[in-house]
């Protein structure tokens, strides 16, 4: 794996500047997030079925051909990869999926879209936080998007709807399906074209109570470029900078653009 200079100086900014807990933060909502979400140890039922799922993905040798839409990996010098290799390396961590599912449990967020699918598992955080609403996830990948479909009918998870295509085509029209979008995760197509693309199409069935998560601000300049874009956007109240996710708000009662750092 090639050496990401722009990632570790970012790193080693945020670590020295970034917040550690919700002391001395001003917006009553963000502080809410810090208790109920960022730093909450509480332990949900589902956690432990999630880990155990996670185990078995860490274990499986299988390996499948991957089809890459986006701006590639720097992780995987082949399309041919096993499942316990992507279950280690081509997933968010354990703590960062337990951070999605207290996010959307906190907000109640039913109208879900993810663009990625990768092995599904993160899918199953996102279904499971709250199983009365319902997460699109788009997928390129056929053998991922097999796969992810199987995981899901196999652990008796029914509140997916798996898309076979690439972003391009398929957020438009799941956008048309929807009056509102609760939450909104962009884990894939690592480009700055494409990163803001999705970020203004999602714009238009924002609510008030959205939340749009963006994974790997600081993969390439960029995607931190983008992210900068995105934060400064006039419809943006609140950013959160978590280093590896960066999290965007629309809540009109936080009155002051702010941009927040955390180290989760």
Known sequence: MT??????KNFVRHFFTAKRNGHGV??????????????NK????????LNTIRNLLLTNETEITVEDFGAGSK?????????????KNG?????QSEILFKLLNFLNCKSSIELGTSLGLNTLYLALANKYGEVKSIEGSKNLFDFATSLSEKNNIHNIKFIHSTF????????TEINSLDFFYVDGNHTYEATITYFKQALTKKNNQSVFVFDDIYWSKEMTEAWRFIINHEEVTLSIDAFYFGFVFFRKEISSKTNLK???
């Open 91 to 95: 997933i968010s961590t354990n703590k």
């Open 75 to 87: 992780t995987f010098n082949s399309n041919n990869r096993r499942i316990n290799a992507l279950a």
């Open 262 to 264: 955390f180290y989760i």
């Open 168 to 175: 391009d085509k398929a957020l438009p029209m799941l956008l």
């Open 42 to 49: 509480n332990k949900f039922y589902y956690f432990e079925e």
């Open 3 to 8: 050496i990401n200079f722009h990632q570790i």
């Open 26 to 39: 001003h917006s009553p909502f963000a502080y809410q997030l810090c208790e109920e979400v960022f730093y």
